[in-house]
């Protein structure tokens, strides 16, 4: 792009946008349908402007290529688009946005945003309108500084329990995580903001991200990461999908036919564009050819494929023209369908311009304190009785703030991290805690008086817990893109500290702050363990609430907690970290046929594994029962009537689970999760819930004829309130043969 073109544009565009549509720019008409709009436009378009259009760069600088990105992009943010004056199209200012408003690690000067909780403790809500509501703010917030463009919506599904990006994603169920990241996804979009779903497919660890391949057969991957990707486009209809780094099957993602072309544009009739990851692009032709429509993140990659090099493909015929007008047709329609014409977005005046803090903090924190799962409560430990004179907190930095997630989806707290010099001083660091201390929210909650340590002396903090009448004690786990954990423990000699401290009081409260699941040597002895993930901007507040008796945990796990490394299906995670060269695909490879689409707790059925907690589980401060189980047939799917009554003495929410399976087997595994509503009732009151099992969800996939099969026979309908519970109620009834089409219908 021409430099004179990028300084006139910031300038030029704004006026342009005070011109209604006119016989020139008919595409300006927001009356007509964005498919008409993009088709208008494209055909207006020079080849320049198209490959500009195609071709997105870093907006940071980057020191390992000299590359100083281009001044009208916003400072420090992920990517820049440059827009066309002359035809009223906006430019793309993109952001990191896995939990929030991002910023690059290398800023000096961070953007302060509003984070959510991780993605998996929005998962573990179970609660679709909080997913909304998270998004929307997180959107509103990326409009009041400038952003259009969000690289959101994370939902690869946990096969590996160590993966460093495991807090972004939705967790180990493909409906559950469908739904949850498909309406954030929906609420980032409706602040007129572009958000992906990502990453696009199968890239469910971070060893050997850039170059490992997955091996999987179709029918697997259908029902399985494919289905949860899904469910979350059809959900929130996303402008774009990010393609992943990996291979699959030998080809890349992001040049993958079979991906791009044959699954997502073909059979799910994707109308959006297809963004690589960030050095995801390997090719100029190929990758032009099999799907991808626009090379993201310049100079990531080694070479501006889709620059010059997409240009002169063209030119020469080896690109047709048809398969660019596409490209820019799919990327323009997306800005029409979510308004980014109609409502541009202005730079910042200042830091923090527009946003409402405290209004959005709650956003966050009604999240994080439906997010909180309760493992273990011995004896009603929880909530702290109002006879408690005395506390001991411990550990986790719980005096000053909560901790966060490392790498892209670092969201910079309001005032700084209280925190420095923990974790590696660059990506995926530095390792940031938000300004909410559960220490002194729970000071400002009970009479009791609280005294912190830090933790790094176990023989001292037990003496101090010893002589208190709780202890509470935090196991922190900081998680970041690009790396895994290499087990399941948590780092440090916390399980020490924990055990210690545990062993010389009883009345021991564990708080996890955790990128996913980890394993507890020290749960016998502990009195009460609660799961907070990574609480988010309001954090410390949630998890006080939820301690002294404010607020009712409710929330239940998005994924199974492994007893051991033993029970998964790859104990020793696949790809050798040493392996530099990206054609040595053997000793970069993962095989995922072991598993299948039997992820989570269907593997952990399957094999007659008992997890240290299963998929769904979460305890309550009071009791429900569940009663009046119905299923029919309905259409091509299932519906299913329950009621639910709250049997305890506390105000509660409820989160019954369905589960459904043939009785004559034949499935992945044993059941599936068919669908579940979380309902507040207070205490004697019941609701009723009404939800429908989704015919995919009731069939097998078949690669032959690309299709769900649903076989005749009798099924089995449990209501339970995790995979591993008893069934509360259960109920036969009979399907016929069905065969729905590859988007369930």
């Not at 564009?273 to 990758?287: E, K, L, N, R, Y």
């Not at 009151?685 to 097998?700: C, E, F, H, V």
């Not at 008893?726 to 009979?734: E, F, W, Y």
């Amino acid at each position: 792009m021409k430099k004179r073109l990028w300084l006139s544009l910031a300038l030029v565009y704004p006026l342009m946008l005070a011109h209604a549509a006119d016989d020139k720019r008919p595409w300006l008409d927001s009356a007509q349908s964005p498919d008409a709009r993009a088709v208008q436009l494209v055909a207006a378009m020079t080849l320049d402007e198209k490959i500009q259009t195609v071709f997105a760069y870093f907006s940071t600088e980057f020191a390992p290529k000299k590359f100083t990105p281009p001044k009208e992009g916003r400072p420090d943010s992920a990517g820049y688009v440059p827009g066309i004056a002359r035809l009223g199209l906006p430019p793309q200012y993109q952001s990191d946005a896995g939990v929030g408003v991002a910023t690059q690690a290398v800023s000096k000067k961070p953007y302060e945003r509003t984070s959510l909780p991780s993605g998996l403790a929005t998962a573990a809500t179970w609660n679709p309108k909080l997913a909304f509501a998270g998004g929307a703010m997180i959107g509103g917030e990326a409009r009041s500084t400038g952003f259009n463009f969000l690289l959101a919506g994370g939902v690869n599904l946990m096969r590996e329990p160590r993966n460093g990006r495991n807090f972004e994603y939705g967790g180990e169920d493909p409906l559950l995580a469908g739904v949850m990241v498909g309406e954030q996804i929906r609420g980032i979009q409706s602040n007129h903001v572009v958000s992906t779903v990502k990453h696009y497919a199968f890239n469910d660890q971070e060893t050997n991200r850039n170059h490992v391949n997955v091996k999987i057969a179709d029918a697997a991957g259908r029902m399985s990461d494919l289905l949860a990707l899904q469910i979350a486009i059809e959900r929130g209809q996303p402008g774009a999908v990010m393609c992943a780094y990996n291979r699959v099957n030998g080809a890349y993602a992001c040049e993958s036919d079979y991906l791009l072309n044959q699954v997502l544009k073909q059979d799910w009739a994707y109308p959006g564009f297809v963004m690589s990851d960030w050095g995801a692009t390997h090719s100029t032709i190929p990758a032009a050819l099999t799907g991808l429509d626009q090379q993201s993140g310049h100079p990531f990659d080694k070479a501006a494929y889709f620059n010059e090099g997409l240009k002169e493909a063209v030119v020469n015929g080896h690109v047709l023209q048809a398969r660019l007008d596409d490209m820019v047709k799919r990327i323009t329609r997306a800005m029409f369908a979510n308004g980014l014409v109609e409502h541009p977005v202005a730079a910042p005046t200042s830091a923090g311009a527009g946003i409402d803090f405290t209004a959005n903090g709650k956003v966050t924190q009604a999240d994080a304190e439906e997010a909180i799962v309760l493992l273990k409560n011995q004896n009603n430990l929880l909530p702290l009785d109002a006879s408690v004179r005395t506390i001991a907190i411990i550990g986790g930095h719980a005096d000053v703030g909560v901790l966060s997630g490392g790498g892209s989806a670092q969201v910079y707290p309001v005032g700084g991290s209280p925190v420095a010099n923990e974790g590696p001083a660059h990506f995926p660091g530095p390792m940031i805690y938000h300004r909410s201390s559960p220490m002194q929210q729970l000071t400002a909650l009970t009479k009791a008086r609280v005294v912190y340590h830090d933790g790094k002396d176990a023989a001292a903090a037990a003496k101090l817990a010893a002589s208190s009448d709780v202890a509470i004690v935090f196991g922190n786990q900081w998680m970041g893109e690009s790396i895994d954990a290499p087990d399941l423990n948590l780092p440090g000699q916390q399980d020490a500290l924990i055990a210690a401290v545990a062993k010389a009081n009883p009345k021991t409260v564990v708080v996890l702050q955790t990128g996913g699941p980890v394993a507890m040597p020290w749960l016998d002895k502990a009195g009460a363990v609660l799961e907070a993930w990574y609480p988010g901007t309001s954090g410390g507040a949630a998890i006080a609430r939820v301690i002294s008796g404010e607020v009712n945990p409710s929330g239940r796990l998005p994924a199974t907690f492994p007893a051991s490394l033993a029970q998964l299906p790859r104990p020793v995670i696949d790809g050798d970290a040493k392996a530099k060269d990206e054609n040595i695909i053997e000793k970069v490879a993962t095989d995922y046929d072991i598993e299948g689409a039997a992820v989570g707790y269907k593997w952990f059925d399957l094999k007659g594994h008992k997890p240290l907690f299963p998929f769904g589980y979460g305890l309550s401060y009071t009791s429900f029962a569940y009663s009046e189980l119905s299923a029919r047939a309905a259409g091509n799917g299932v519906e299913v009537s329950y009621t639910t009554r709250n049997t305890g003495k506390r105000d509660g929410k409820a989160v019954g689970q369905v589960y459904v399976s043939p009785v004559a087997g034949g499935w992945e595994a044993p059941k599936r999760l068919g669908g579940w509503d979380k309902v507040e009732l207070k205490p004697g009151a019941s609701g009723k819930s009404t939800l429908r099992i989704d015919p995919r969800l009731l069939g097998m996939y078949d690669s032959a004829s690309k299709t769900w099969k649903i076989a005749a026979g009798d099924y089995l309908v449990t209501l339970a309130e995790s995979a591993g519970a008893a069934p509360a109620a259960s109920v036969k009834l009979h399907l016929e043969a069905q065969t729905v089409n590859v988007n369930g219908r």
